[in-house]
């Protein structure tokens, strides 16, 4: 117990300092500092950097996993907000995951293929989402071909990638302010209906 105790509290280190700096520049001597043990008590654990980054992404993938496992959990638009706010909390906690991409894809190939299959089964949900909404009648249908396949690239781009644009212009990153935003995305294509249960179930947890 006090082993795993201990290997987890080495990934939280090494995850607050991926954060701060690139995963590239973070030595072992830092993560075991940043955890309050020796070099030789880390190596007990993980015997080098790339087991440790190994590990922090299995994490990081069964994270995801969870959020994508919530989908349609039910059939109304709080679904959907629910599953935003879960992104949040991800992509705030993992913020080291954009920086770090190049240096992924070129050193650790295998996990870029797993990203590239989270990323893939995250806009697949997008995309069902957005045709089971126009069979329920709240959205409105595809007003030309590609036009929701557009959309569902836009809704992925917000969520993947506004928290860091957020940052570079020094501007506010709470959680409302980000599903507000990605909601703005879908606001314009609303039905009567789907214009009603946005007002009476989301609206004012937003505002």
């Not at 629910?82 to 993992?94: L, V």
């Not at 190049?102 to 995250?122: A, G, Q």
Request: glycine residues 4%; hydrophobic residues 40%.
């Amino acid at each position: 117990m006090d082993n795993l105790t201990t290997k987890q509290k080495i990934l939280e280190s090494a995850i607050r300092l991926f954060n701060w700096d690139d995963m590239a520049n973070v030595r072992l001597q830092q993560i075991a500092d940043e955890t309050g043990i020796s070099v030789g008590n880390l190596a007990y654990h993980y015997k080098n950097k790339e087991a440790i980054v190994t590990a922090v992404y299995e994490g990081l993938f069964e994270e995801f996993g969870q959020i994508l496992s919530t989908y349609m959990s039910n059939p109304k638009l709080s679904d959907f907000n629910t599953q935003m706010e879960q992104y949040h909390r991800f992509f705030s906690k993992y913020k080291f995951y954009l920086i770090d991409l190049f240096e992924i894809e070129r050193s650790y190939p295998l996990i870029m293929d797993r990203w590239r299959e989270c990323v893939n089964k995250m806009m697949l949900q997008i995309r069902k989402r957005l045709d089971y909404n126009v069979q329920r009648g709240v959205l409105h249908p595809e007003p030309m071909p590609g036009a929701y396949d557009t959309l569902t690239n836009n809704i992925w781009m917000t969520i993947v990638f506004w928290k860091p644009r957020q940052l570079l212009k020094a501007q506010p990153v709470d959680e409302i302010l980000f599903k507000r935003t990605v909601w703005e995305h879908i606001i314009p294509h609303f039905t009567p209906k789907g214009l009603s249960e946005f007002q009476l179930e989301l609206q004012g947890a937003l505002s």
